[in-house]
């Protein structure tokens, strides 16, 4: 925690740094936008739910939750343009220098989407706990992708390794160490894009892989009532046996925030995407391929439980 910063320096920095002057930057009571074709997606990131500071520095959490919604918009078929910042701050942050804040939003949007991402506005308070909240506005480059459009025989492909993130947080959280460890470690606290954009034409559902790849694909087949079998190496696979080779399912199955994408399509949706699986007649199951027959795959994963008082 560095010295004291009062909300009009935090804003004035977030200003300079992330929002170059125009109609729809930072300094009304509003943002003016064009919202023809667009794609919102948001997500908020609470401290010692979503992150811990112990693991992770102020630079890390940004890009994560930036990461995150551009993650959702791309998995929509939009394309980012803009964005929002909201926090509610238990005390000052680490704005500035290389792990702060300013320089993790910077480093997402430049890796990303090639820096092309004005922050347009939001909005800060006081508050007991660490609270980061992002909205990122998108336009969509084709056809809006849902988790429900998926059609018996189209493939399942992945645009990207699975798992990694869930064992960085293991390594971090067990002390492990060594060189090994480094790339999953990395994924955790800076997960990177998609190697290559995919061909939304050619795709009938898409969903990011945050919260777990077997939640995730639940959520397809319940959305398209169908069916899904896996087969084949789940990308990431090889990696991660040589770190743990049981937990290896663990991890890739039910762990979380990869920020990967599950496309849905007859064929290859881009030159980097790996197909896993294929859809089947419901009822909505995920199933994986086991010798010569099928075996029901665990579909648990992240879930917020919200208890009544």
Same mark, same amino acid.
């Given at each position: 925690m560095g010295a004291s910063v009062n909300e009009l320096d935090f804003i004035d920095a977030l200003r300079e740094a992330l929002s170059p002057p125009s109609p729809a930057g930072i300094g009304d009571d509003g943002a003016c936008v064009d919202l023809r074709d667009a794609v919102v997606c948001t997500d908020t990131m609470v401290e010692g739910v979503h992150f811990d500071r112990s693991y992770s520095s102020w630079a890390d959490v940004a890009w994560k939750l930036l990461a995150s919604n551009i993650s959702d918009c791309l998995a929509m078929g939009g394309e980012p343009v803009s964005w929002l910042l909201n926090c509610a701050l238990a005390g000052t942050p680490e704005v500035r220098g290389d792990t702060g804040l300013i320089a993790g939003f910077r480093a997402c949007a430049d890796a990303w989407t090639g820096g092309a991402l004005p922050l347009i506005g939001g909005d800060t308070a006081r508050a007991s706990c660490n609270v980061l909240s992002v909205t990122v506005l998108g336009r969509?480059? %084709?056809?809006? /992708? @849902?988790?429900?459009?998926?059609?018996?025989?189209?493939?399942?492909?992945?645009?990207?390794?699975?798992?990694?993130?869930?064992?960085?947080?293991?390594?971090?959280?067990?002390?492990?160490?060594?060189?090994?460890? !480094?790339?999953?470690?990395?994924?955790? #606290?800076?997960?990177?894009?998609?190697?290559?954009?995919?061909?939304?034409?050619?795709?009938?559902?898409?969903?990011?892989?945050?919260?777990?790849?077997?939640?995730?694909?639940?959520?397809?087949? @319940?959305?398209? #009532?169908? %069916?899904?079998?896996?087969?084949? !190496?789940?990308?990431?696979?090889?990696? /991660?046996? %040589?770190?743990?080779?049981?937990?290896?399912? !663990?991890?890739?199955? #039910?762990?979380?925030?990869?920020?990967v994408r599950v496309l849905v399509s007859p064929e290859a949706p881009g030159a980097h995407c790996t197909a896993i699986g294929h859809v089947t007649g419901g009822p909505p199951r995920v199933q994986r391929r086991h010798g010569s027959g099928v075996v029901p795959v665990d579909t648990g994963g992240w879930v917020h439980q919200l208890d009544r008082d």
């Open positions: 969509l480059q %084709g056809p809006v /992708l @849902t988790r429900s459009g998926a059609v018996i025989g189209d493939r399942i492909w992945l645009d990207g390794d699975v798992g990694l993130a869930a064992a960085g947080l293991a390594a971090l959280r067990e002390a492990q160490a060594g060189p090994a460890w !480094e790339r999953a470690v990395q994924a955790h #606290r800076r997960p990177a894009p998609p190697r290559a954009r995919a061909n939304p034409a050619s795709v009938h559902a898409a969903i990011d892989v945050s919260d777990g790849l077997a939640i995730d694909l639940m959520r397809v087949a @319940t959305a398209s #009532r169908v %069916g899904i079998e896996l087969h084949g !190496e789940i990308p990431g696979n090889a990696y /991660l046996r %040589g770190l743990d080779p049981d937990r290896v399912d !663990e991890w890739q199955l #039910r762990g979380g925030d990869d920020y």
